[in-house]
Nanobody, 121 residues
Framework: QVQLVESGGGLVQPGGSLRLSCAAS????????MGWYRQAPGKQRELVAVITGGRNTNYADSVKGRFTISRDNAKNTVALQMNSLKPEDTAVYYCNARLRTGPLAAESDYWGQGTQVTVSS
């Protein structure tokens, strides 16, 4: 069993900042990548940012320069610092971990329960 627990969502005014955190625990052999996705009402879930074990990062064009993803490999945590937030950033944000539970196990995706981020005045 693997659990991903997110924290840090909430309501913020346009131009404000929020920091999301996610901790993975349980039967984890290796985490190859961790990331954040979001889903707004009536839209498909989309990638926000991802970071590999080697700390290579990839961001959605819509958040480049405003969001920063970071990772602590020793603690199996990932964070998303969100600055200059816009109303269109409003969504449920989901933590993702692509990992293996054992040396011979296949790589699988695990998801957190989601945390609401609302950007509104």
């Amino acid at each position: 069993q693997v659990q991903l627990v997110e924290s840090g969502g909430g309501l913020v005014q346009p131009g404000g900042s929020l920091r999301l955190s996610c901790a993975a625990s349980g039967r984890i052999f290796i985490i190859n990548a961790m990331g954040w996705y979001r889903q707004a009402p009536g839209k498909q879930r989309e990638l926000v940012a991802v970071i590999t074990g080697g700390r290579n990062t990839n961001y959605a064009d819509s958040v480049k320069g405003r969001f920063t993803i970071s990772r602590d490999n020793a603690k199996n945590t990932v964070a998303l610092q969100m600055n200059s937030l816009k109303p269109e950033d409003t969504a449920v944000y989901y933590c993702n971990a692509r990992l293996r539970t054992g040396p011979l196990a296949a790589e699988s995706d695990y998801w957190g329960q989601g945390t609401q981020v609302t950007v509104s005045s």
